[in-house]
């Protein structure tokens, strides 16, 4: 039976966790400033203060527009815990997006890192009152000088902070926590509206499920503008006085494993273009010596090699985590099923915006194979076919993580939640036992063949993916036949020494292998090379829409 949850009760897991974990280390910046729970406390209660003497309201929208850092979870937390509807703006957004989102969000704070100020121009910004650097907790522009006066006015507050005296209000569960505007594959996309309902469903389902303790050490380099790695990187572990390390920096693999290597997270959250990354740089070319081919054949050598692998690869995640879960898109099918014959501690999750973000989760070793997972706690799924354990549908699911609804847009609302509250993902898949959920494709994304066959190109890319040379790609219909836009890998390409003269014949091989996997109506009929890595959104995502 799913756990009875105290909906009101967000805000007091932070002032409890603050309490108990004063003087434990709270954020740090890679390589830069840290702070103790009792040091952000302090910058929360200065915020705070200046919310009040600013007259900021409970339900006022404040943007909080930067990279991960300390700073930026000090700011954070100070909007949510003080009843204000927290704004994150990606930082890779441009200008116009920018501006588009503060002023459709009605923001009238805006925190930003100085780094950024140059992509905004605060007169297109009318209804902001205030603009303060993240950096430096100073205020740059304000409209009204008594905001000026109440941020100075606030500084005092953050010397004299104590146990005693920091105190959060609690919220109504009702109340709007978050408006989240992420960039999703299909163009810019809404305000998602999540409540603390929302919140505290996900925050509990990780605590139930994810063994983490006062001190354990997290990595925090998904963008916290995003839900996925801001409620599991950050809103879930600060509930439990872990150490957060942010990273600050653009995160490419070769930083996330040196970051990983000498912090040692206890929980990793990645998503599966950095692990095929590594997988592709870092086990593969091994694998594929003429040496080892032969052992791995081996019975009693393979399984050898396979714990040497396993035990390198844990160590390259810093040797110390519980598992790693992956989530944001598919992972390649031939890592996913590598990491199983190692036993790898690895798991596959499955979620959306809409709903803050989980909607399956299962550990490592008790998921299946090639699932997303099993629904989680305290919400129902359905499949929109004749057969949800055969027949591919729509998922659609309800409970309490999904969604208020979009800001100011009543008509995708109803778009996407019907009368009975079932929220319609857009993803398309089938159930297996105990509400284990299997993910076809996007049901935009689905192409008919030429007998009116579904073919989901998301599947035929994963086998392409995994052949020779091939860095990215991308499988569109072209006046009816199936065409693979490929980026090839140019890494691959310098160590084996390949000429870009090679590649259509490399091509050609792969696009024939991948045929001989394939059902005759959706095999590719060509495969088209490009010059530039794919468009893709914050969360790694290739945007489609700009190549179909």
């Known amino acids: 039976m799913d756990k009875k949850i105290n909906y009101d009760d967000l805000i007091g897991l932070y002032q409890r966790s603050f309490m108990a974990n004063w003087d434990l280390p709270a954020f740090s910046d890679y390589g830069g400033i840290g702070l103790s729970y009792g040091e952000v406390a302090g ?66 704070i805006l925190f930003a890192a100085d780094q950024l100020f140059q992509k905004l121009e605060i007169e297109k910004m009318k ?27 606030s500084r005092e507050q953050q010397g004299v902070t104590t146990p005693d005296r920091f105190k959060l209000k609690p919220l109504q569960g009702s109340a709007l926590c978050i408006i989240s505007y992420t960039s999703g594959t299909s163009g810019f996309t809404k305000g998602v509206m999540l409540s603390c309902v929302n919140l505290m469903s996900n925050v509990v389902f990780a605590r139930d499920h994810m063994p983490l303790k006062p001190g354990d050490c997290i990595v925090s380099f998904l963008p916290m503008a995003h839900v996925f790695g801001l409620l599991f990187e950050f809103l879930f572990p600060v509930t439990l006085g872990c150490h957060i390390t942010f990273l600050t920096k ?81 992972l390649n099918r031939e890592v996913e099923d590598f990491f199983r014959k190692i036993k790898f501690p690895f798991t596959v999750g499955y979620g959306m915006t809409e709903c803050a973000p989980l909607i399956a989760y299962a550990a490592w070793n008790e998921t299946l194979p090639f699932s997303a997972g099993k629904l989680v706690d305290r919400m129902k799924v359905r499949i929109d076919s004749a057969d949800p354990y055969h027949d591919v549908g729509e998922i659609l699911v309800k409970g ?33 036992k105990e509400q284990f959920i299997f993910i076809r494709g996007r049901s935009k994304n689905m192409l008919l ?50 000429s870009i003269a090679q590649l259509p014949q490399l091509m050609e091989a792969n696009r024939l292998t991948l045929n001989s996997e394939l059902p005759r109506y959706s095999q590719i009929g060509r495969i088209d090379l490009v010059d530039n890595e794919f468009e893709k959104t914050p969360k790694r995502n290739i945007r489609r829409y700009l190549y179909t």
């Not at 300390?70 to 501006?99: C, E, K, R």
């Not at 569109?476 to 890494?491: F, M, S």
């Open 43 to 108: 910058i929360i209660s200065r915020i705070h203060h200046f919310f009040e003497m600013g007259r900021i309201s409970r339900g006022d929208k404040v943007a909080v527009y930067g990279r991960n850092s300390t700073m930026w979870g000090a700011a954070f937390l100070a909007v949510v815990t003080y009843g204000a509807v927290a704004v994150p703006v990606l930082p890779d957004f441009n200008t116009t997006d920018v501006h588009h989102i503060v002023n459709h969000s009605d923001a009238r």
């Open 250 to 330: 653009a995160p490419t693999p070769q930083v996330i494993v040196a970051a990983f290597k000498e912090i040692r997270p206890r929980l990793i959250l990645s998503v599966p273009l950095v692990i095929e990354k590594i997988y592709r740089k870092q086990i593969l070319p091994e694998l594929e010596k003429p040496l080892l081919k032969v052992l791995m054949k081996v019975p009693g050598i393979s399984s050898v090699i396979r714990r040497k692998v396993r035990k390198s690869l844990i160590e390259t995640f810093g040797g110390r985590f519980h598992e790693i879960v992956i989530g944001g898109a598919a």
């Open 449 to 498: 063949g030429p007998s009116g066959q579904n073919i989901y190109p998301e599947e035929i890319e994963a086998k392409l993916s995994s052949l020779p040379f091939v860095s990215e790609c991308v499988v569109v219909d072209r006046d009816g036949k199936l065409i693979a836009l490929v980026y090839a890998d140019v890494d691959a390409m310098a160590e084996q020494q390949v």
């Open 127 to 153: 209804d902001v009152e205030a603009v303060v650097s993240l950096n430096r907790l100073e205020m740059v522009f304000t409209r009204d000088e008594k905001m000026q006066l109440a941020w100075e006015q």
């Open 400 to 432: 309490d993580n999904i969604m208020l609804g979009y800001y100011k847009n009543e008509e995708a609302t109803r778009q996407s939640i019907d009368d009975e509250g079932w929220l319609h993902t857009g993803d398309l898949g089938v159930l297996g």
